[in-house]
């Protein structure tokens, strides 16, 4: 009998191995919670990311945004939203895969079990074994059967949880993913919108226009460094001229530009105005009969076209941009006071853009205390 023994070794151990195999039990995948509200910010930081390129000195400055601080609460809340989405889509992309790989698993169990149910029964069939090593086949055949059925149960319900995760997949990355991340966009557009017209506290400037001067300063630095002009120096002209870009309830948006556009009256000869002609084709100030001043440095459109610039990088120059338009409102100045070093280049300079000595006075006033005053430090 030692051969008949050794063959029924041979036979069983696999079916134990088989029968000992352990197939986890499945993951439930739960959506990542999002969580509504939140506190709204009162010294933010996502300047930089929400306006690229903003001057470093400006990155955390303290913002007074009022009523359009829920911008930007409402942008964290969607950003938020859509990457507990992606996380969750990751998550069922990641289950289908473990689906599958416990599924083969299973399979390759039914395999076995049916080939040494197979092999059992065809040794069941030769006579001369003997009555107990017949019965060692039986329980081995019932062991393979009982694997296979374990198997085909767990198989089953691995593919009903399959069609959850296909369908919930489907959900996720088809319909509620792209459409959180399209509100997202809407939403970074006007809070990006909200934090550009955020007043930097203790200047009240714009963030946006004053890193537009900023950026007129650091050019014409290079451009002109003799001439030495300085953010606030802008800044008192900017603040006379458009109230920084928001005369008349203009906003700016992220770009620089001012919506509506500020335009000025017609230089139409009428008491106390300038006659000047149409000499834009009525292209920046709407109208083709006499020109106005326009944007948020006020430029004459023939003026314009002497020093318009690129304030922005984005190729266009518009002095209906606040970065346009302060880079350009330098330019002018350093060209008419070649350097502004004191109160009375300044004051020269000043003259140049308005012919009015209480007019260079104002300004010179404003400039120096926004000097005095300074960029306020970021927010600890």
Same mark, same amino acid.
């Given at each position: 009998?030692?051969? *008949? ?18 197939? *986890?039990?499945? !993951? ?30 400006? %990155? ?11 911008? +930007? @609460? ?49 040794? @069941? ?15 081995? $055949?019932?062991?393979? @059967? ?6 085909? !149960? ?39 919108? #909200?934090?550009?017209?955020?007043? +930097? ?40 001229? #458009? ?7 203009? @906003? ?10 500020? %335009?000025? $009256? ?33 430029? $004459?459109? #023939? ?5 318009? %610039? ?45 012919? #009015? ?15 005095? +005053?300074?960029? *306020?430090?970021?927010? !600890?």
């Amino acid at each position: 009998m030692a051969v *008949p023994v050794l063959v029924l070794l041979l036979l069983l151990l696999p079916l134990l191995l088989l029968a000992l195999a352990v197939v *986890p039990a499945a !993951a439930q995948v739960v959506p990542t919670p999002v969580v509504p509200g939140g506190t709204p910010p009162t010294a933010p930081a996502e300047g930089a990311g929400l306006l690229p390129g903003l001057d470093a000195r400006l %990155v955390g400055v303290p913002l007074e945004y009022g009523q359009s601080s829920g911008d +930007v @609460q409402a942008l964290k809340d969607a950003e938020a939203h859509v990457a507990a989405l992606t996380q969750e889509r990751d998550s069922l992309r990641a289950r289908q895969v473990d689906l599958d790989a416990r599924t083969a698993v299973l399979d390759e169990i039914q395999r076995q079990a049916l080939l040494q149910t197979e092999d059992a029964m065809d040794l @069941q069939r030769v006579n001369h074994l003997g009555e107990g090593f017949a019965a060692a086949l039986r329980e081995a $055949i019932l062991r393979a @059967q009982i694997a296979r059925r374990r198997a085909s !149960a767990e198989t089953a319900r691995l593919a009903l949880e399959r069609v959850g995760v296909d369908e919930r997949l489907a959900q996720v990355e088809f319909l509620e993913l792209p459409a959180a991340t399209k509100d997202a966009e809407a939403l970074r557009t006007l809070a990006s919108s #909200s934090v550009a017209g955020g007043a +930097v506290a203790g200047l009240g400037i714009p963030l946006a226009t004053l890193d537009a001067y900023l950026c007129a300063e650091a050019g014409l630095a290079l451009e002109r460094p003799q001439c030495g002009i300085q953010w606030w120096m802008l800044a008192g002209i900017g603040r006379v001229e #458009s109230n920084h870009g928001r005369y008349g309830g203009a @906003q700016l948006i992220a770009n620089g530009d001012t919506a509506p556009r500020i %335009v000025g $009256i017609a230089l139409d000869g009428a008491p106390g105005v300038a006659a000047i002609a149409d000499s834009d084709a009525g292209i920046w100030d709407g109208d083709v009969t006499w020109d106005r001043a326009v944007g948020p440095m006020q430029f $004459i459109p #023939s003026t314009w076209r002497r020093y318009q %610039v690129y304030g922005n990088g984005d190729g266009t120059s518009n002095p209906n941009n606040v970065y346009d338009a302060a880079y350009g409102a330098g330019r002018y100045l350093c060209n008419a006071a070649g350097q502004m070093g004191d109160d009375a280049s300044l004051t020269h300079a000043y003259l140049s853009y308005n012919h #009015s000595d209480a007019y260079a006075a104002h300004v010179l006033n404003l400039a120096r205390t926004y000097q005095n +005053v300074g960029i *306020p430090k970021a927010a !600890a």
